[in-house]
């Protein structure tokens, strides 16, 4: 006669086997379906914004928040401008990260999703504030890419500033609210 495992430590063993697969398995759907990921995702991916506005290629520049919704909503999106524009930089830049406050003053970003857009010289074309649907985000990175001008979209504006134009305006056109502000 062979010695056999009694049933109840085999069952607890089959138990234990079940949830360890369980768990596996919804951590690497957690992984595989969800927007941040995707988000995280594509801003690993990202060049460093300097080398991206240097590098001779036009540039979207993407601030967004992994808490975000409409962020959270453009990211397929997002990704498939990356695959489909080679020659287009995507950076995505986390507005939750203190290392890009000096980003975030500079081209005056108070809310997001906002897109700042760059011509092949790293030159500001203009910026985008809001969500954009798919073809939208198309429409502006095929004219990132042909170096044509902008679609006329709403919320699509060329950059700008008050400081520009008058060095005494500079301090009211800082904002006094940041992006991750909500009062």
């Known amino acids: ?23 596996v398995g919804l951590t690497w759907l957690k992984g595989s379906l969800g927007a ?24 979207l520049v993407e601030f967004y928040a992994d808490w975000c919704e409409s962020c959270r909503a453009m990211a397929p999106a997002m ?5 489909g524009h080679p020659e287009l ?15 975030l003053d500079q081209w005056q970003v108070t809310g997001i999703p906002h897109l700042q ?3 092949r010289q790293g030159q500001g ?3 985008s504030i809001g969500l954009r649907q798919p ?3 198309e429409q502006l990175a095929s004219a990132l890419s042909n170096g044509s001008a ?9 950059t700008s500033s008050l400081a520009d134009a008058d060095p005494s305006l500079a301090e009211i056109s800082s904002p006094s609210a940041g992006p991750r502000s909500h009062g």
Do not use: C, I, Y
Not at 36 to 59: C, F, I, K, W
Not at 89 to 103: F, I
């Open 125 to 127: 074309l203009g910026h």
């Open 89 to 103: 930089n995507v950076v995505l830049l986390n507005v939750d990260n203190p290392s890009w406050q000096a980003e």
């Open 36 to 59: 941040g990921d995707l988000m995280d995702q594509l801003a690993r991916r990202s060049l460093p914004l300097g080398e991206a506005l240097g590098n001779g290629r036009p540039s």
């Open 79 to 83: 990704a498939q401008l990356e695959k």
């Open 117 to 119: 857009l760059f011509d």
């Open 1 to 23: 006669m062979t010695p056999t495992t009694p049933f109840p430590a085999r069952a607890g063993q089959l138990l234990l086997l079940l949830v360890a697969l369980l768990v």
């Open 150 to 158: 902008l679609p006329s979209l709403a919320g699509v504006g060329a």
């Open 135 to 137: 073809q939208e985000l």
